[in-house]
């Protein structure tokens, strides 16, 4: 699948990362705090190709981003930033996935930003600068899918609680037993898209959640 890195600039932030495709439903992924955005290569480089519109970039301090010290602990500005990217490019959808610690800026900043749907793997209900699950909840008006695997059972009463209290009617909870963490579930240990990836990519061009 073809992509274009680039540098998406705003006052005190340069984030560096790609765009994949073109099209009116857009992603925006948000990676996990262990490395930058290339942990969803192996999902968007098995996807059919001309199947996605995706915005890979590393947040401030993670890859080649860089940005003022004030900027770096907005990410409420970043990912802003990335979603009127997408929109400036023609999306009239744009989709926020995150996985991991980009889970919870997905679901903690979804409204604030603008988002039209978001997907959480394994967002964790308490990280850090971003909104709890419970703060969340109330603000997650658009389509919702949050999932979940055995790594991070601890975690599921509170995420099943906010996905119960979103007042958006599409939304689903998937407790995944034998899933991974984060990104790991978009693919099969053969380097497949899974099952989850394959939801993700139809909450992404606008038919999810499955019932």
């Known amino acids: ?21 073109s099209g009116p439903n857009a992603a ?5 705090s262990d490395q930058s955005y290339c942990g ?7 996807l059919p190709a001309g199947s996605l519109h995706g915005y890979l970039f590393g947040l401030c301090g993670f890859g080649d981003s860089t940005c003022s010290t004030e900027a770096t602990v907005d990410r409420r500005a970043q990912i802003a930033l990335l979603v009127s990217s997408a929109r400036k490019a023609g999306a009239k959808r744009v989709t926020l996935v995150g996985a991991s610690m980009g889970g919870a800026l997905a679901a ?7 988002a039209d749907a978001v997907v959480d793997l394994s967002g964790p209900p308490a990280w850090f600068e971003a909104p709890t ?10 389509p919702l899918l949050v999932v979940l695997g055995a790594p991070d059972s601890s975690q599921r009463e509170r ?10 009617q599409h939304k689903a909870f998937r407790w995944v037993p034998d899933g991974g963490h984060g990104w790991d579930q978009l693919t099969t240990g053969t380097g497949e898209v899974s099952e989850v990836g394959r939801e993700v990519l139809e909450m992404v061009q606008g038919s999810g959640p499955r019932p």
């Open 108 to 114: 903690g900043y979804a409204k604030a930003v603008g």
């Open 159 to 168: 995420l099943e609680a906010m996905v119960a209290a979103a007042p958006t």
């Open 133 to 142: 699950s419970a703060a969340a909840a109330p603000t997650l008006t658009m």
């Open 28 to 32: 925006v992924f948000l990676h996990q």
């Open 1 to 21: 699948m073809g992509e274009k890195t680039t540098t998406l600039t705003a006052p005190g932030i340069s984030l560096a990362g790609a765009v994949v495709g």
């Open 40 to 46: 969803f290569w192996p999902y968007v480089s098995a």
